[in-house]
């Protein structure tokens, strides 16, 4: 069972659901990502995702792709944001998982990813480039090393593709909420709550949200149907900010913007 798995079965048995924000690694740098964290961690979040910068992603709205830009510029390596993940797992218990293409993992080598991201604490991979005809050879290997190959369904997936989809993830399951790509959103589509009706009725995978969620109403909204929601564009919005403020004052924002989103999800799921 993998640290993922054993998160969701605790949440379930207290009939909670997870919160987990989205952070660029090294934006402003990986000193401050590390401080994001334990912040987070801090205020009762579930999971991190903490984003590997690559220079073509996929569907990350103009927000994320300017901290990728920011990350990508001073010459961030991934070895550097691993060592960065490995120096919490003396003090930050929530699991984190990387976003990551499929190109690093690839260049990397698949078994030496999986290798080196669970030395360095981290728990699974959400692989957003990976595509299900090339996703065995990579979910078998993290299927033996309980690391979580987490992957993506969105509105458009036709569903025979988004069964297969289901049937080579592990850990959970992230639901595009919106076609197109991430940002804040002042209202998601009212087929959300369909459409991941049916999904929950394929797998018994754990279901999370993403992709617009920024508000307590979206929380309001989503967490009768989700197992855990996704918050990215709003907090690395807001952690750009330390390029030109003081950085504990963000910090502090960060937390409690956090916070109140959690407190939403807390009283939704009670």
């Known amino acids: ?5 054993r998160l969701f079965t605790k949440l379930r048995s207290e009939n909670r659901k997870a919160f987990m924000p989205f952070i660029t690694a090294g934006d402003p740098d ?3 990502s590390a401080d994001v964290i334990r912040e987070l ?13 690559y220079s073509d992603p996929i569907a990350d709205g103009p927000v ?3 901290s990728y830009t920011r990350a990508l510029d001073k010459k961030i390596k991934l070895a550097q944001i691993l060592e960065m993940l490995d120096g919490l797992q003396s003090d930050v218990s929530m699991p984190r998982v990387t976003m990551v293409s499929y190109a690093i993992i690839y260049r990397h080598g698949l078994e030496c990813y999986v290798a080196d991201a669970k030395a360095a604490g981290v728990a699974g991979a959400i692989v957003p480039d990976l595509l299900v005809e090339e996703a065995d050879e990579f979910a078998e290997i993290c299927r033996r090393e309980d690391f979580s190959l987490i992957q993506l369904v969105t509105p458009t997936t036709p569903r025979e593709r988004a069964v297969r989809i289901a049937a080579s993830s592990t850990g959970f399951l992230y639901y595009v909420s919106v076609t197109g ?12 709550i369909d459409n991941v009706g049916w999904l ?4 018994k995978l ?8 920024s508000k ?5 909204l989503l967490a009768p149907v989700s197992d855990g929601l996704i918050v990215g564009s709003a907090i690395v919005r807001r952690i750009a900010e330390a390029a030109n403020r003081p950085r504990d004052e963000v910090l502090q924002e960060v937390g409690k913007y956090s916070a109140s989103l959690l407190a939403a999800l807390e009283s939704s799921s009670n």
Request: charged share 20%; glycine share 10%.
């Open 30 to 32: 990986l000193e401050f």
């Open 216 to 220: 307590p109403e979206h929380v309001d």
């Open 206 to 213: 754990p279901i999370c949200i993403g992709f617009g969620v």
């Open 41 to 53: 961690a801090a205020r009762g979040c579930s999971m991190c995702e903490v984003g590997i910068p």
């Open 1 to 5: 069972m993998s640290d993922i798995d």
């Open 181 to 192: 790509i991430t940002g804040e959103r002042t209202q998601l589509p009212p087929s959300l």
């Open 200 to 203: 929950r009725e394929q797998t």
């Open 64 to 66: 994320i792709q300017a």
